[in-house]
């Protein structure tokens, strides 16, 4: 009996060990003709790949071991396989290859996750159309400092004071992850559809947005009970809402009443495709749920991590305030609002946000595909797998950071990192275009808070996840509290 269960414990593990060697046996096979090889790495199990020990580090707090294990493993190299996603694919986190991929727009292009494709639609652009969709988003001021500055400083500031005076007057505690992402959907709100938006249709917005975020990175099963039927659901509404949006803008504009206030709303109504006919609604719609994916979540998840770590550390805090008095007490008694010089003197809170950006990494990876097979340092990437450029490994190495774990923005004083080495807003032609925004509202937001408030979280010690989004358990529960 002892040497059957002895045979049946062997055997189980024999199988065991070839299911998990055969999707990497069944990708060698495959591609076994092509001139370089692939490079170091694990392909994971059948169907699922790596998905389960991404899941369970990412979910778990601990971003990192996912990475490192590679490391530890295949070595140093940078480059390795894995399958992630619903796809073969390789990772890649040495500077300069990143720098590669993320700026050869001949031999790779987006390449999203399958549940992206389908919640923010980015299926259905092609490459021409992705090229007119880029003229369109630098039709935007988020492009131009000053042009920001100009446009919506003070509508920003408006939004800012509004919401923390309204925030400290709460006997219960708030989520602040929350109401960050309402700050930062109205501001992107306000600047793609104009300020005559009612303030239901904005919260009503928020909340399907909200729904649908939650289903970016998750398993890609549209069946009742699944996140991602969820999210799919929720889309369904908020295009719903958004088309409302659309024809009011339409009416609007066909009875003259567009006025000073010209939004990128206005701009997609004009746009033209390339045989010179107008863009349908679905396209409109399709374009501004991107638009707004792309410039909320990620600010508001940047802005609740800065109070956060400018919470945890008392000396870091106290000198960003100082300087935000320091530059009240420059002031001229007739200046009741920010101005662009103003922001331009918050030397080193903008050091803390940078600082933020890196030991967070609120965009873990950006995702690219390969249009054609590309060798890299002797390794194919072969044509069709997907690229995951992963900026937390470059963000949290030693080599280009000391003691990366340490919240220290001191260590932007006189930065000349190498290209590659600070990566959040991506690089290339693909570069965020809505960088300047996020900084800036963060900047507004952070001036007033750090002068007149001050954060009382509920659970100090609350779990992290980083799925699907970076963030305190709890959505960081907390009193924010007015101090003067």
Request: hydrophobic letters at 40%; proline letters at 5%; a positive charge.
């Amino acid at each position: 009996m002892e040497l059957y269960w002895a045979w049946v414990c062997a055997a189980t593990l024999a199988t065991c060990y070839v299911l998990r060697r055969l999707n990497g046996w069944y990708y060698d096979v495959k591609l076994r003709k092509k001139q370089y090889p692939l490079p170091p790495g694990d392909m994971g199990w059948p169907l699922i790949g790596n998905l389960i020990p991404f899941y369970k580090d990412f979910s778990s707090g601990r971003p990192n071991s996912f990475i490192n294990n590679l490391l530890l493993k295949y070595g140093e190299g940078g480059i390795y396989k894995t399958h992630l996603f619903g796809n073969p694919s390789i990772i890649v986190c040495e500077p300069e290859i990143c720098m590669r991929v993320l700026t050869d727009d001949v031999n790779f292009r987006v390449g999203y996750p399958t549940t992206i494709k389908e919640l923010i639609r980015l299926k259905h652009i092609s490459r021409a159309e992705h090229k007119q969709y880029r003229r369109l988003v630098n039709t935007l001021p988020i492009l131009d400092h000053q042009a920001l500055a100009t446009l919506y400083l003070e509508r920003i500031e408006n939004i800012v004071t509004n919401s923390l005076e309204e925030l400290s007057s709460m006997k219960h505690p708030v989520e602040l992850l929350k109401e960050m992402k309402k700050v930062t959907f109205k501001v992107f709100i306000h600047i793609l559809m104009g300020s005559s938006i009612h303030h239901m249709i904005i919260e009503n917005m928020d909340t399907s947005f909200a729904e649908l975020t939650n289903g970016i990175l998750s398993a890609p099963i549209n069946a009742p009970g699944f996140v991602f039927h969820k999210a799919l659901k929720a889309r369904k509404k908020l295009a719903k809402i958004l088309q409302s949006v659309v024809d009011e803008r339409r009416l609007r504009s066909k009875n003259g009443q567009e006025g000073k206030d010209k939004v990128f709303l206005d701009n997609l109504l004009e746009a033209k495709d390339e045989n010179g006919r107008k863009r349908d609604d679905e396209y409109i719609v399709d374009v501004l749920i991107a638009q707004l994916f792309a410039g909320h979540e990620t600010s508001a998840t940047a802005l609740m991590w800065t109070i956060l770590y400018l919470t945890q550390h008392p000396h870091i805090l106290e000198k960003a305030k100082k300087e935000q008095e320091e530059i009240m007490k420059a002031r001229v008694s007739s200046q009741g609002r920010l101005n662009l010089q103003e922001i331009k003197q918050m030397v080193y809170l903008s050091q803390v946000i940078d600082e933020t950006l890196r030991c967070a990494n609120i965009v873990f990876t950006t995702f690219r595909e390969a249009i054609s097979d590309v060798n890299i340092n002797g390794y194919v990437i072969p044509n069709g797998w997907r690229v995951l450029v992963w900026a937390r490994a470059v963000h949290m190495n030693p080599k280009y950071y000391p003691n990366p774990e340490e919240f220290n923005p001191s260590r932007w004083d006189d930065y000349h990192g190498k290209a590659g080495t600070f990566l959040p807003f991506g690089a290339g032609s693909r570069l965020c275009p809505g960088k300047d925004l996020a900084k800036l509202e963060i900047s507004v937001f952070l001036h007033y808070f750090l002068l007149n408030y001050k954060l009382e979280r509920i659970n100090a010690e609350c779990p992290i996840t980083f799925l699907p989004i970076l963030k305190p358990v709890d959505n960081c529960l907390a009193k924010v509290i007015k101090v003067s």
